[in-house]
């Protein structure tokens, strides 16, 4: 995959964002999913029943503080881990705070600085 508008980066930026991942892991999974970046992100040992992948700072931290972590930033009602792969993320969106759409810039401006580092 080829990530070449920022509204790709914005929609997944949205689905990490109301899953509760943090901004770290959500800039991390979109970068490895563009081909030209030098690393794809694959389910991990321990997180493979879940759609998260940690990025490897977060790999660091204790499991049950990061899942914390997540249950508490999440916005969907679906408890950690469960991930409903049918949403759009405008819909996601709709009810996003201020801080909320702040993260979503964070993480997707974050993983297109690192997709553009690799273009041609
Ligand atoms: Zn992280």
Redesign the pocket.
């Known amino acids: 995959m080829q990530l070449d508008s920022p509204n790709q980066f914005e929609s997944y930026a949205i689905l990490g964002r109301a899953f509760g991942?943090?901004?770290?892991?959500?800039a991390?999974w979109i970068a490895g999913m563009d081909h030209r970046v030098p690393y794809s992100p694959e389910p991990l040992t321990d997180w493979e029943n879940t759609q998260f992948v940690?990025?490897?700072?977060?790999r660091e931290k204790f499991a049950t503080d990061l899942i914390r972590e997540i249950k508490q930033r999440r916005t969907v009602s679906e408890l950690f881990p469960l991930a409903s792969g049918n949403v759009r993320p405008e819909d996601l969106a709709k009810d996003f705070s201020l801080a909320e759409w702040a993260d979503v810039f964070a993480s997707a401006s974050k993983a297109m600085a690192v997709v553009s580092q690799h273009q041609d």
């Open positions: 991942y943090p901004n770290c892991c959500v991390w940690p990025c490897p700072k977060c």
